[in-house]
């Protein structure tokens, strides 16, 4: 199938979190049978940095952009997976991140922004950007590209769009002006279309446009369609239950392996977990805590905001600390969690280290050398941590929701006496809950060092790599397209199969609405 993958971020391009690490491993897992896919980014500086290979493709007229847009093109991290690049150096080189400026405020004109790079998407959708190549379906991901299917579902003749939820939260809500300053057709300002409680948002036109709507994990479907994770969704989201569907996310299983990681002190496997132990030593070491294997070394990677919980951990520090038990935090967000972590680092030094910003090496370092993972996540729609850590014998404990749930077997009496565990769960989101849950590891952690090492195979045999859900997304793409099996002569791009384009354009110069 000829796939056109639309993302914000993509890593190792560009990466802000579990977003950029699905859309830069997801597109080759899709192109592993023979697919034709293609990743379409803005030029943010840092992909423009790191990207090479790259020619100039088109330029397009758009609306939003008082100079033409270039569409650059390449091949993504040296794969057999295309690239394009939606080049306008006043939306997106500048400094910050793709979202936020240095300040850590959002970036005031991000709906233009976004507006800008769902017309260039259009135009690579409707083939009149590459005349040599046309989606059969293009798959969209969180607000940012949430026009795409909103504003693709505006020609009678378009390839079948595939809107996936990675985390409703974040909505790309903007005021009613916005949507009659982006000059977006009327039609679509309706309660069917991208009007929410008389504002513009970007995550609707993706849930109510698209033909088929997906999120990273089968608990998430069913929680998102309530109210406590709805965020106010949950009824269009039960209404479109029928085209949603949840599918787990995979990792990259060679970025993160600890057999060859070139990130950590000492490489291991299941054959030497012996090694593990340098690791450990090695984060104690680096972090400034008293070395030793016997104190339970905790690891904590993720944003500092209150859907990951962190803020109940601060309040449960004084009482973890009682215990023989260290923490090492990597993580940024709310400056007001920040300080608040960095004020508990030199109240606790022996027991605390925070590392404020993401380090990809440190997180390597973290899953390598921790005994177990903390994610008390309030809500999650997958995560992937829970999934390296998994991978490193680094045992996690998390809140029992989302992604978390599909993932770990929490320890009890049955599922260690059938070795099916792989992790400490709880219920409830409180301090306590989580304090519980961390003695509970800690005293399974020193009554039995082979028990322990039985929990920690069980977890790294698990196999979350991407081919089982590729295989998913590849099913429900065909579905979309009419094409219900698999076979060389129903991959190609026919003229009588639904959900494709049939335009005849030539002109490389074109205008986009």
Known sequence: MDILFCTSEAYPLIKTGGLADVCGSLPQALSAPGNDVRIILPAYPEVLEHATGLTSLARLTLIGATEPVEILAGHFNDSNVGLYLVNSPVHFRRPGNPYVQEDGSDWPDNAERFALFARAVVALALGQADTGWRPQVVHCNDWQTGLVPALLSQHEVRPATLFSIHNLAFQGLFPVETFTALKLPESLWSIDGLEFHGKLSFIKGGIACADQVTTVSPTYAQEICTSTFGCGLEGLLQYRSASLTGILNGMDCKTWNPATDRFIERTYNIHNLQHKLANKLALQRDHGLPRGG????????????????????????EQLFRHPIQLVVLGSGDRALEKRFEDAAHRYPDRLSVHIGYNEQLAHR????ADCLLMPSRYEPCGLSQMYSLAYGTVPI???TGGLADTIVNLDKTTASDYSATGFSFDDATPEAIVDTCVRALSYFQASRINWWKLVITGMKKDYSWPASAAQYLELYRDMCGLKDSTPENQGLHASSPGLILLNTERQETHIH
Do not use: C, F, S
Not at 295 to 307: A, F, K, N, S, T
């Open 294 to 317: 016997q104190p339970l070394l905790l690891g904590y990677i993720g944003r500092l905001v209150e859907q990951k919980g962190v803020d109940l951990i601060l309040v449960m520090l």
């Open 366 to 369: 973290i899953q390598a050398g």
């Open 398 to 400: 998390t809140h029992r």
